[in-house]
């Protein structure tokens, strides 16, 4: 096949995109509402309407240019309001609430996996829908594992502070105001894509293994992505 224009990498992106970052944060909201705190429930944000979790520059404007440019894809969408007061063990249910997320996104990694599986299963090769799950498999395991990084606020730093002990949980949380940086710079300076790396040429690699689909075929219609 002809590689893919920029148009059609967005169009092939574009509902992947939008329903792993949003959903991730349903998740967040999901949780929360389970372990006793309604308020994502009460603003209207535990639905899977994209419009209800875009953030022009997290859930458009970043994944555009990381596209048009090519390299490591991420984005993030609105995050939902959490009242940890109304969380019934609040240090508990901070870690249980923040690992919902990476978790949607492996649930939604393995659902893309299906839909690959089933399309050689039942001999309609759609190699649009092909690349389409392969989307969905690459940025949900690319935000699976970068959320899980043990810095606030990302969800691995939420779920280090709620099991870590009182007092280095405090120090722990003392970072969250320099996280943000400190992931843009990890990014720049291409430190990010080397940590993160061989985890999720790990998961891919799994991911293949169980979807059926060959890996030089794999290959060949990632690097067409990207």
Do not use: C
């Not at 059609?8 to 705190?37: C, S």
């Not at 043990?150 to 003392?174: E, F, M, Y």
Request: no cysteine; net charge positive.
């Amino acid at each position: 096949m002809e590689e893919l224009t920029l148009l059609q990498k967005i169009v092939v992106w574009v509902i992947p995109v939008v329903f792993a970052i949003t959903l991730h944060e349903v998740a967040h909201g999901w949780m929360a509402l389970k372990l006793g705190d309604p308020t994502a429930k009460m603003l209207g944000r535990l639905t899977i309407n994209p419009v209800k979790h875009i953030d022009p520059l997290g859930t458009l404007i970043i994944p555009g240019i990381l596209l048009t440019i090519g390299g490591f894809m991420f984005g993030w969408a609105k995050p939902v309001p959490i009242t940890w007061e109304n969380l019934r063990s609040p240090k508990r249910d901070i870690a249980l609430v923040a690992v919902a997320g990476p978790l949607s996104n492996l649930l939604m990694a393995l659902f893309w996996v299906l839909v690959i599986r089933l399309s050689i299963m039942t001999e309609s090769h759609n190699i649009y829908l092909f690349y389409i799950s392969i989307a969905g498999i690459t940025i949900n395991t690319i935000l699976m594992l970068l959320n899980m990084l043990p810095i606030p606020p990302l969800d691995g730093g939420r779920v280090a502070t709620g099991l870590l002990p009182g007092r280095w949980s405090w120090q722990l949380s003392r970072l969250e105001p320099y996280g943000f940086p400190l992931l843009i710079l990890l990014l720049a300076t291409g430190m990010l894509g080397k940590i993160l790396g061989p985890f999720i040429s790990f998961f891919l690699t799994s991911f293949v293994l169980f979807s059926g689909i060959s890996p030089q075929e794999f290959q060949y219609l990632y690097y067409n992505l990207i």
